[in-house]
């Protein structure tokens, strides 16, 4: 799922540099028509015809309603099993009515005029939210869902305040990614440890490619000394340093392998080489008879 995540997050990213504010229009309600219009296919349901609009509905996991003028949260009761909602750049100024969607994980406020967080704790599968360019002046932690992995705040007065980034992830321990930039984590001794383990592990196994799976711990170990190399070299946090680490990790997999490949190949041969000879040896003519010719061992015969 947390791949799923990150992929989401560069399509939210993209969508960031088309036109933000909405311009100047009615405020608009949501709506099965408004869903329809934008989320389903002319392919899936017919016009008219309510029972094929319902189960093209029902069939969704993603709504993208953005841009829409919206003002109000609600009449969401028909998407309960999406899994990600695009709400940017409206006119909402709550967070509310959202218990109605037990299984998302993925859902961006951007560009609205919310003034504090509140409402979504029903949301137990929550782990991407995008609450950046609102009115956010203080951040009450206590209604910040503890399975939330990527928080975006950037544009709000709560992070003008000192030690912003630091009293988030004290609060917020799980968090990956604060504004768009990878979270380390310090260790007491000064040492940088990996990421939350579980996830991180999920992350790491559906990216990586055929035969790594054995090299994924090592990987983990080269990335922390990297990690430490990089910070005393004077190359910042962020996702440049990050994609150096991961980059330098790979290929160390990649040579373990072909190193593991090639060990693999020479014992085939050597095996191949010890069992011709003992055939050969069986073979091979006594007495030094006239106009036999002993086999060629293939192995060290020259051409």
């Known amino acids: 799922m947390d791949d799923d995540i990150f992929t989401e997050m560069e399509g939210k990213m993209d969508l960031e540099d088309e036109e933000n504010e909405p311009s100047e229009k009615p405020t608009q309600k949501i709506s099965v ?3 329809a219009k934008r989320n389903v296919l002319p392919r899936d349901a017919e016009p008219g015809n309510q029972e094929q609009l319902v189960d093209a509905i029902s069939r969704l996991t993603h709504i993208r309603l953005d841009r829409e003028h919206i003002s109000l949260i609600d009449n969401l009761d028909c998407l309960g099993h999406i899994t990600n909602l695009y709400l940017q750049w409206n006119r909402i100024e709550r967070i509310e009515n959202l218990e109605v969607l037990p299984h998302l994980c993925f859902l961006t406020l951007a560009g609205n005029k919310i003034r504090k967080l509140e409402n979504l704790l029903c949301l ?15 951040l009450r932690f206590e209604e910040i869902p503890e399975s939330l992995i990527v928080l975006l705040l950037e544009g709000n007065q709560c992070t003008e305040r000192h ?5 988030v992830l004290e609060r917020l ?40 799976e054995e090299f994924e711990t090592p990987a983990v170990e080269n990335t922390d000394k990297m990690q430490k190399k990089l910070r005393d070299m004077g190359v910042k946090s962020g996702n440049f340093r990050d994609l150096i680490v991961t980059m330098v990790g790979r290929s160390e997999d990649r040579q373990r392998l072909d190193e593991r490949t090639h060990r693999m190949k020479v014992e085939k041969l050597d095996k191949l080489r010890e069992r011709y000879e003992s055939q050969s040896a069986r073979e091979a003519p006594t007495g030094g008879a006239v106009g036999v010719v002993a086999p060629v061992n293939p192995f060290t015969a020259r051409f």
């Open 124 to 138: 137990k599968e929550l782990k991407f939210l995008d609450m950046s360019d609102n009115y956010l002046d203080l």
């Open 163 to 167: 030690d912003y980034r630091k009293h």
């Open 33 to 35: 028509a408004m869903i």
């Open 173 to 212: 321990p799980r968090i990956k990614i604060l504004d768009h930039e990878r979270v380390t984590r310090v260790a007491p001794s000064d040492e940088v440890e990996s990421d939350d383990g579980a996830d991180d592990d999920d992350y790491q196994s559906s990216s990586a490619g055929e035969g790594d």
